[in-house]
């Protein structure tokens, strides 16, 4: 069974850009998370997806955004990029039933660059 | 705001011995916490759990200590292991609630 796949792996922009990174979870997954991980701030949450809606939202500014497609594969989008911006950015799948605890999986990660 | 936190950044033990990684969570909703572990260039992978009803989970060497009073959690690792040198992350959610909070991480070197 493949894993949580994201895409590009590595990225380097400069300040100003926008930036799309892609996620596609395990098959049969319909939910899907974005982390951002910077050092020493441990991964702090951006938002989740689930059926193509966004259902929960974490403490980031509007520049950060997100979408699900049909297929659960998710995009995340950073606009007007600033340096503080440069992380990991991590996403994870897990099948997503409100009222079951469920384990998330994460993909590789990719590592963002802002100059 | 952090409502998940690991005071210490690095932990460095021998093999063999104990290993004590410590979380602490401000949420009294949280009743679902986990563990992670990650090595340097993987994402995140999944450790141990615990739900609120437990104040012990064991899995093998590794054992995760719920104290709910004291919004507490540990995780224990005996013996320590080379391999498991590596960031471990705690993490709690509500259960109706899959915004999952993590901590900071705390960077675990065990020695040979």
């Known amino acids: 069974k493949a894993g949580v796949t994201q895409t590009p792996r590595y990225l380097i922009k400069t300040r100003g850009q926008q930036v799309t990174l892609s996620c596609s979870p395990i098959?049969?997954?319909?939910?899907v998370s974005w982390y951002q991980q910077t050092p020493g701030q441990g991964l702090q949450f951006l938002f989740e997806?689930?059926?193509?809606?966004?259902?929960n939202k974490g403490n980031f500014p509007g520049r950060f955004s997100g979408r699900q497609f049909s297929n659960s594969r998710s995009e995340m989008n950073v606009s007007t990029l600033e340096l503080g911006d440069s992380a990991l950015y991590l996403c994870?799948?897990?099948?997503?039933?409100?009222?079951?605890?469920?384990?998330?999986?994460f993909g590789p990660g990719t590592r963002l660059t802002v100059l | 705001d952090q409502q998940v936190k690991q005071n210490s950044p690095s932990l460095s033990v021998q093999e063999g011995r104990i290993s004590i990684l410590n979380c602490d969570y401000t949420?009294?909703?949280?009743?679902?916490f986990l563990w992670y572990k990650k090595y340097p260039a993987e994402g995140p992978t999944f450790l141990i759990s615990?739900?609120?009803?437990?104040d012990k989970n064991e899995d093998g060497r590794f054992t995760v200590f719920l104290n709910k009073s004291a919004k507490h959690l540990s995780l224990h690792i005996v013996p320590s292991q080379p391999g498991d040198s590596a960031v471990y992350f705690c993490?709690?959610?509500?259960?109706?609630?899959?915004?999952?909070?993590f901590g900071a991480g705390t960077r675990l070197t065990v020695k040979p």
């Open positions: 994870a799948s897990m099948w997503g039933l409100q009222y079951s605890y469920n384990e998330q999986f």
């Open positions: 098959s049969g997954h319909r939910s």
């Open positions: 997806y689930f059926s193509e809606t966004q259902r």
């Open positions: 949420n009294s909703m949280f009743d679902y």
């Open positions: 615990i739900s609120s009803i437990k």
């Open positions: 993490a709690a959610s509500a259960g109706n609630n899959n915004d999952m909070r």
